[in-house]
């Protein structure tokens, strides 16, 4: 069964980016809104991390 939700070190890891990276992309208009704020920090639904890099990194749209 997969995983429905990312934290910042899933989507880091997904993506083969550094942390730092992934910051800025956090910021960018287009990057999806969290699906919720916990103390240990946002989190998303993959669904919508997935279809931001279908749209946005069509090279890393063959997720195993």
């Known amino acids: 069964m997969g995983r429905h ?8 890891t997904r993506l083969g980016v550094s942390r730092q990276r ?9 990057w999806p809104a969290p699906y919720e704020t916990l103390a240990t920090g946002r989190i ?5 991390i997935e279809a931001w890099i279908r749209q946005h990194r069509p090279n890393l749209d063959d997720e195993d």
Do not use: F, S
């Not at 992934?22 to 287009?30: A, C, F, G, N």
């Not at 998303?44 to 919508?48: A, L, S």
């Open 5 to 12: 939700l990312m934290g910042a070190h899933e989507i880091r």
């Open 22 to 30: 992934v910051e800025q992309l956090m910021k960018r208009p287009d």
């Open 44 to 48: 998303w639904r993959t669904q919508d």
